[in-house]
C-alpha cells in the first residue's frame, strides 16, 4: 500500500511538494502540492503523455496557449510534445496527481518565458 505518509517526498518548484506512488520507467504517478501563487517552467515531453487530476483546490493548466481551470475531481490529458505549465492562481494550496506514460524523467524540455 502507498500514500503520501509513506512515499519518497522531494520538493520541486517554489515550495512545491512531491510524492513518488509509482516510480518506474514505462509509468510515474506522483502526488504534488502547489502552494498558492506557485507555478512550474513552461515545458513539454517528447514521449510522455500526461494526466493530470485534481484532488483537491483549483489547478490552472496553460496548454498550448489556451489556460484552464481544473477543479477538484477533474483531469485535462496533456499529450507528446504539447507545450504546458502548471500554475496555482488561487490563495488556496491546490493538490494534484500526476500520471505519466511513459516516465517524465529525461523528457523534459523548458522553454522561455
Not at 45 to 54: A, E, G, I, K, L
Request: hydrophobic share 35%; proline share 4%.
Amino acid at each position: 500500500m502507498i500514500s503520501k505518509d509513506n512515499a519518497e517526498h522531494y520538493i520541486w518548484g517554489d515550495g512545491c511538494d512531491g510524492w513518488y506512488l509509482l516510480k518506474r520507467q514505462d509509468m510515474l504517478i506522483i502526488h504534488e502540492k502547489m502552494p498558492a501563487h506557485t507555478q512550474e517552467k513552461r515545458h513539454y515531453h517528447s514521449v510522455s503523455r500526461q494526466f493530470f487530476f485534481v484532488v483537491n483546490g483549483i489547478l490552472t493548466m496553460e496548454l498550448e496557449g489556451k489556460k484552464q481551470e481544473i477543479s477538484a475531481l477533474q483531469g485535462i490529458e496533456i499529450p507528446p510534445e504539447a507545450k504546458h505549465q502548471a500554475r496555482n492562481d488561487s490563495d488556496s494550496a491546490v493538490e494534484f496527481i500526476v500520471i505519466s506514460h511513459p516516465t517524465t524523467r529525461g523528457d523534459r524540455s523548458d522553454l522561455q518565458g
